[in-house]
């Protein structure tokens, strides 16, 4: 499908007031824009060619989405104080690297959950990546493999387990939100251990309230959320049903309300690593070591959750010093620059996922947008270690931070 084409199809569905073209007489300039599209590939490097930062990507995807698409990855929960404090957070913590160190190149290996992956950064589990571009996830699985990390994809990326699979050779993850028909969620483990996915990442931190999607009356297009919801595995939709009552069923068919006995659940049926994602406080990472969590994801959802909670980095020395290295920690939410990165493994985190880059590169650019967007990190981390003295990830350690996170 064309990409304008494909914006089309998402206007459609997120939202009245992106259906104007017909009133502003804009239709029939869109139809012969689209007939007259220059090389797809070409387009694209023009547009790659504009972005250095990853916030170069806010704007590029800005013009090529819809407005209630954009803002339903881009904007976070009521005010938003969450949001860009996950962000200030990290510009708080300074850096005060040594002199005269005699490092000249910098090791950024590393391994996560015994993988070896040639950088600590992931990509996060971002719901709707299908969304932004016609190959979403698939785009994202390949380029995480062509950077030789891991991708962690959502089970509401609105690909199939299987479809991602077979995207590329790199690991994958698999972050799965729970369906009530225990079932279904059985069938749905066993295909993606199937499908070569090397942990099941289970999100606790559910739901959202985003001002900007109840303004513009946000929602996933009929087609794509049918597709998504039988690729869970609810095989009694049938294309007959009213957009109305798929989004109905849709409400109905997620467990949102857990509890710790959801991973004594998955310990009885499946054998892959357990990563529990949207811990923050010390008692919960505690339960979570007690309970056997391979690894935690130290996150507030990327400020999409519940208003006023701490910025992840703030909460990453706390969670770290509590669980001790009896389980691997990573970090996500507000990562924008390789020296993010630093300050994150500095303060105990094993690797970094990043979910709204992902998002605006994947818009941007697809699946070479995601490979840029993390070769500019890999080039800023870099840089960042060698300027620090460290000559590999190991050496990276808190006495190069100011202003650092009190712990509590």
């Known amino acids: 499908m064309k990409r304008r084409s494909f914006a089309k199809l998402l206007a459609l569905g997120a939202g009245s007031q992106l259906i104007g073209d017909a009133e502003t007489g804009e239709a029939a300039n869109a139809e012969?824009?689209?007939?007259?599209?220059?090389?797809?590939?070409?387009?694209?490097?023009?547009?790659?060619?504009?972005?250095?930062v990853i916030d170069d990507y806010v704007e590029l995807s800005r013009k090529k989405l819809p407005r209630a698409t954009w803002e339903y990855i881009s904007t976070g929960c009521e005010g938003q104080v969450t949001l860009h404090d996950n962000i200030e957070a990290f510009r708080?913590?300074?850096?005060?690297?040594?002199?005269?160190?005699?490092?000249?190149?910098?090791?950024?290996?590393?391994?996560?959950?015994?993988?070896?992956?040639?950088?600590?950064?992931?990509?996060?589990?971002?719901?709707g990546l299908r969304m932004y571009?016609?190959?979403?996830?698939?785009?994202?699985?390949?380029a995480a493999g062509a950077a030789g990390t891991i991708c962690a994809v959502s089970s509401s990326a609105f690909h199939s387990a299987e479809e991602i699979g077979a995207a590329g050779d790199g690991p994958k993850w698999f972050q799965i939100y729970m369906p009530k028909d225990n079932g279904v969620a059985r069938a749905l483990i066993e295909r993606v251990e199937a499908a070569g996915f090397k942990a099941l990442v289970v999100t606790v931190d559910l739901g959202e309230r985003k001002d900007a999607d109840r303004r513009n009356k946000f929602g996933v297009p009929k087609q794509m959320l049918l597709k998504h919801l039988r690729d869970v595995g609810h095989k009694q939709l049938h294309d007959g049903m009213s957009q109305?009552?798929?989004?109905?069923?849709?409400?109905g068919a997620w467990r949102l309300s857990m509890s710790w006995d959801i991973i004594d659940w998955l310990r009885g049926i499946t054998r892959l690593p357990l990563v529990v994602k949207g811990i923050l406080g010390t008692s919960d990472a505690r339960?979570?070591?007690k309970e056997g969590a391979d690894a935690i994801v130290v996150s507030n959802h990327g400020g999409r959750r519940l208003d006023g909670m701490p910025a992840s980095i703030d909460r990453m020395r706390a969670v770290a010093d509590e669980v001790s290295g009896k389980t691997e920690l990573l970090l996500d939410s507000g990562i924008r620059r390789g020296t993010?990165?630093?300050?994150?493994?500095?303060?105990?985190?094993?690797?970094?996922?990043?979910?709204?880059?992902?998002?605006?590169?994947?818009?941007?650019?697809?699946?070479?947008?995601?490979?840029?967007?993390?070769?500019?990190?890999?080039?800023?981390?870099?840089?960042?270690?060698?300027?620090?003295?460290c000559p590999d990830v190991g050496s990276i350690?808190?006495?190069?931070l100011l202003n650092q996170p009190t712990v509590g």
């Open 32 to 52: 012969a824009a689209e007939a007259a599209d220059p090389d797809p590939a070409a387009e694209v490097a023009a547009d790659l060619s504009k972005a250095v």
């Open 133 to 142: 571009h016609p190959d979403g996830a698939l785009a994202s699985a390949r």
């Open 340 to 389: 993010d990165v630093m300050k994150a493994l500095a303060l105990g985190a094993r690797a970094v996922l990043v979910g709204r880059p992902q998002a605006w590169s994947l818009a941007a650019g697809g699946e070479a947008g995601v490979r840029q967007m993390l070769e500019y990190l890999r080039q800023e981390l870099e840089m960042t270690m060698i300027s620090c003295g």
């Open 397 to 400: 350690n808190a006495n190069l």
């Open 244 to 251: 109305a009552e798929i989004e109905a069923f849709n409400l």
């Open 287 to 289: 339960r979570a070591v």
């Open 92 to 127: 708080r913590i300074g850096v005060l690297p040594p002199i005269l160190h005699g490092v000249g190149a910098a090791d950024l290996s590393t391994t996560v959950l015994g993988q070896k992956i040639a950088m600590p950064v992931m990509l996060a589990p971002v719901a």
